[in-house]
């Protein structure tokens, strides 16, 4: 079981990202694609190599190709040792990472487990044995082994092809004919192996001369805080939380907020569109190969306030996770060609959106809430030509100029003899300069008042769908938070017994409830549902009166314990989360919230009536918009 389960996974990691990498052409017919071998889709008896991939607009034969093409490429010629010793690096970190994390397996991964053992007969050999197992196994196993694993995977005969196309005026798909011509002339090919271009090149060319710790000092929530000769700040939390998890987080005042509204389109791509590119001497393929076997990551962020990163690593892999860090801060890159697969992909993928009716209804509700605010777009196809790299890499780049704006937050299983150095070395060699910045309120608020809108669309199988938003002032602070939270699950629970068990017009009715501090204090509620658009009028109003019931009288007693009961036992879970305290952490530094301070004693003194109060006091604000979506046929 462990020899195939190994196989599969090596033939899934190289040959997905083959894929990958023909999918960063601009040529490439596809926006996605995936291969790998479980189970036939349609029998749970029956395994399969189950190739799928989505075709650009008009171009299904030739995705489907190019997936054929791929598959039999794998099948003919197998992987090259190169390939196969990135990808079993990657499967051998993995399995380290596992086990070094085997005291700390929560229960849902167990029962999962037995689940699977006990209807699909999957062994249960537990992560000590597998360990020891495969760390003995997999370094003597040969890519010729693999190989041929996979030829046997594949026949000539025994093929299903499924197509799931749109209907659209003016687009002509194959026919059954046409694609049954199209496998057997891929299949008559001379089909080339795979030439796998690796480089040497370290990850950094030059290394920064970097910088000192000029200042120690006690932080809230306990962090260390440590000061940078070129400014930036730096907080360390040690747990033992996990044995193998390092969290960074980033985080910065600024924002897409500083820039003129005139350039949302280049705002709202600017983090995609970098990290498409690669960063240093690296595009995004070569960068993987580059980094198999390593178990670190970092991920810029750019929103309306704030830009910053998200990492994690091993501790095994630290030094790797500063080096990206680094590298994304100072070497962000420009390609010709990945620019272009991205506005393929990114037009291909719009095409489709558009023709889904759910987009409408996005498209009203963005543009009702926010009163076409300039800020407020949904990305259509045709804005697709206007992103301008150029324009991306220049507000990128002012965005992570100064690293003295930065706060740096690690948590988890760091050792600070090893961690202060190497933060030394690239946080400290980071570029610093200039004055820190501020929030700036960009007026992106939700409309005032009472709108209604609603509207019909044509569909096959007519739906409504209904979208009830609450806005209006809201002090942020901790007991607010708590009762946002609680109203919100009081009344998942109000609306599950009353419109979807006894009215039954839904299969559920979603709701959500937020407050923002940034840039300035406001509280929104949603209540959400679909339903048969004849029952469209009754159920709305059924869910606004239960709303307004909850005002006037407030929650039953047993609904508010029963919510409070779960909230506490989460709350003592998150304190064992690294993610819990790097929260905190971030929330201290950015909005200057100290959000869980006398958490346990503020959530038990919450009281009915508080709660009515609290939905009273947003309700009576006058502030409710409702967007509905009707199916015609």
Not at 330 to 355: C, H, I, V, W
Not at 479 to 508: A, F, H, V
Request: hydrophobic share 40%; net charge negative.
């Amino acid at each position: 079981y462990l020899l195939v389960d190994y196989a599969k996974a090596m033939f899934a990691q190289m040959i997905n990202s083959r894929m990958s990498e023909l999918g960063m052409n601009p040529e490439a017919p596809f926006v996605e694609s995936s291969i790998y071998d479980e189970e036939f889709f349609l029998a749970k008896t029956k395994g399969a190599v189950n190739g799928v991939v989505i075709p650009k607009e008009g171009q299904t034969k030739e995705a489907l190709a190019v997936l054929y093409r791929e598959m039999l490429r794998a099948q003919r010629h197998g992987f090259t040792e190169s390939e196969y010793v990135r990808a079993r690096a990657e499967y051998l970190t993995n399995l380290e990472s596992a086990y070094n994390e085997r005291a700390k397996v929560r229960s849902q991964r167990y029962c999962k487990e037995y689940v699977r053992h006990f209807i699909d007969n999957e062994p249960i050999p537990g992560i000590e044995n597998e360990y020891a197992i495969m760390n003995q196994i997999a370094p003597n196993l040969p890519v010729d082994l693999v190989n041929g694993y996979v030829q046997s995977l594949m026949s000539d005969t025994n093929l299903v092809v499924m197509a799931m196309l749109p209907e659209k005026e003016g687009l002509v798909h194959p026919t059954e004919e046409e694609l049954t011509q199209l496998l057997a002339e891929v299949a008559a090919e001379e089909i080339t192996a795979y030439v796998d271009k690796v480089s040497n090149e370290p990850l950094l060319a030059e290394e920064p001369a970097g910088g000192k710790v000029v200042k120690t000092k006690q932080a809230k929530h306990g962090y260390k805080q440590l000061t940078l000769s070129n400014g930036a700040t730096v907080y360390l939390k040690s747990t033992d939380f996990k044995a193998d998890q390092i969290l960074m987080s980033v985080v910065s005042k600024g924002g897409t907020a500083l820039y003129d509204a005139s350039e949302a389109i280049n705002l709202g791509q600017v983090v995609d569109v970098i990290e498409n590119n690669g960063i240093g001497n690296f595009n995004t393929t070569d960068l993987q190969k580059v980094l198999a076997g390593k178990k670190a990551g970092v991920a810029p962020y750019i929103n309306l306030n704030m830009e910053g990163m998200n990492g994690n690593s091993t501790p095994k892999d630290f030094e790797t996770l500063m080096q990206l860090t680094y590298l994304q801060f100072t070497a962000p890159r420009l390609d010709d060609e990945a620019f272009a697969s991205y506005r393929g992909k990114m037009k291909a993928m719009l095409e489709n959106q558009e023709m889904d009716p759910s987009s409408a209804l996005s498209d009203t509700i963005t543009k009702v809430l926010y009163n076409n605010h300039p800020r407020a777009i949904n990305m259509k196809a045709a804005d697709v030509e206007k992103i301008d790299d150029k324009r991306i890499l220049e507000i990128y780049k002012e965005r992570f100029a100064n690293a003295a704006d930065f706060s740096f937050i690690f948590t988890g299983a760091i050792d600070e003899a090893v961690a202060i150095p190497l933060i030394e070395k690239y946080i400290g060699g980071l570029p610093a300069g200039g004055k820190k910045e501020k929030y700036v309120d960009a007026k992106l608020d939700i409309q005032k008042g009472e709108i209604t809108n609603i509207f019909n669309k044509q569909m096959a199988t007519p739906s409504a769908t209904v979208y009830l938003v609450y806005s209006g002032k809201a002090k942020y602070n901790l007991k607010n938070n708590l009762m946002m939270s609680l109203t919100k699950q009081i009344l998942d629970i109000i609306y599950t017994e009353e419109i979807r068990e006894k009215e039954g017009g839904t299969y559920g009715v979603g709701t959500s409830g937020t407050l923002t501090k940034v840039p300035k204090e406001t509280a929104r509620l949603l209540i959400m549902f679909q339903t048969d658009p004849d029952k469209r009028e009754h159920l709305t109003k059924m869910a606004i009166d239960l709303l307004n019931k909850f005002a006037e009288e407030g929650p039953d007693q047993k609904n508010l314990d029963k919510v409070r009961e779960y909230m506490l036992k989460k709350y003592t879970e998150n304190q064992k989360e690294n993610g819990y305290w790097a929260n905190l952490m971030h929330n201290s530094i950015a909005i200057d919230y100290e959000g869980y301070k006398d958490y346990e004693k503020i959530l038990n003194s919450i009281t009915p009536a508080d709660l009515k109060k609290f939905a009273k006091s947003l309700l009576k604000q006058g502030n409710k918009i409702e967007v509905s979506m009707v199916g015609v046929e």
